[in-house]
């Protein structure tokens, strides 16, 4: 059984400062690509920022310069900072897992939270 569990979000004013945790459990072999999409209220969901397993990052241009994402391969774990908010940064956030487990190589999605930037 693997499990995401994701952690931050919340209320934050423009200009502000928010951090996501997404850690992965269980039984995991190898973990590949880690990375954020997110959803804004009525549209699509979008990816935001991923990293490699060798740390190699890429964002959406949305975001660069502003988010930085990051993992620890020791604790499963990817993190997205996210820096100067602007209201359209506001949406559900998804962590997602490219993973090695005993149903072979597969995605595995983080339950999602919400970041709401205010004008």
């Known amino acids: 059984q693997v499990q995401l569990v994701e952690s931050g979000g919340g209320l934050v004013q423009a200009g502000g400062s928010l951090s996501l945790s997404c850690a992965a459990s269980?039984?995991?072999?190898?973990?590949?690509?880690m990375g954020w999409y997110r959803q804004p209220p009525g549209k699509q969901r979008e990816l935001v920022a991923r990293?490699?397993?060798?740390?190699?990052?890429n964002y959406a241009d949305s975001v660069k310069g502003r988010f930085t994402i990051s993992r620890d391969n020791a604790k499963n774990t990817v993190y997205l900072a996210m820096n100067s908010l602007k209201p359209d940064d506001s949406g559900d956030y998804y962590c997602?897992?490219?993973?090695?487990?005993?149903?072979?190589?597969?995605?595995?999605w983080g339950q999602g939270t919400q970041v709401t930037v205010s004008s």
């Open positions: 997602y897992v490219t993973l090695l487990s005993t149903n072979g190589w597969t995605d595995r």
């Open positions: 990293i490699t397993s060798g740390g190699v990052a």
């Open positions: 269980g039984s995991i072999s190898s973990i590949n690509a």
